[in-house]
């Protein structure tokens, strides 16, 4: 089993730019798909950006198109988020998540057995 450990949030004004990663344990992450999550205080947790089980395609929610980049680097078992542009709307506790099995949509939390703790982002305006 994957084990998942988020880091580098922080606060930053509006405008400004941080890089999320997610480094994993344990075999075959090249094959799970994984997932940016965000959850802001009295909000439901909303997809961010992630890549399908093919371990290539990748998806973005609307909120976040052409200002946030998923990328992965399997040889460190190390997915990340470069955030550009950041928002105050931004502001939330980003989790990283993946899941081995095919379970049908990229988009939905539901799709993910494991989590890591998450990182907090503030973005001040």
């Known amino acids: 089993q994957v084990q998942l450990v988020e880091s580098g949030g922080g606060s930053v004004q509006a405008g400004g730019s941080l890089r999320l990663s997610c480094a994993a344990s344990g075999r075959a992450f090249s094959s799970y798909a994984m997932g940016w999550f965000r959850q802001a205080p009295g909000k439901e947790r909303e997809f961010v950006a992630g890549?399908?089980?093919?371990?290539?395609?990748?998806y973005y929610a609307d909120s976040v198109r052409g200002r946030f980049t998923i990328s992965r680097d399997n040889a460190k078992n190390t997915v990340f988020l470069q955030m550009n542009s950041l928002k105050p709307e931004d502001t939330a506790v980003y989790y990283c998540a993946g899941e081995r099995a095919y379970s049908g949509s990229v988009q939905s939390p539901g799709s993910y057995n494991v989590w890591g703790q998450g990182t907090q982002v503030i973005v001040s305006s």
């Open positions: 890549y399908n089980w093919s371990g290539v395609s990748t």
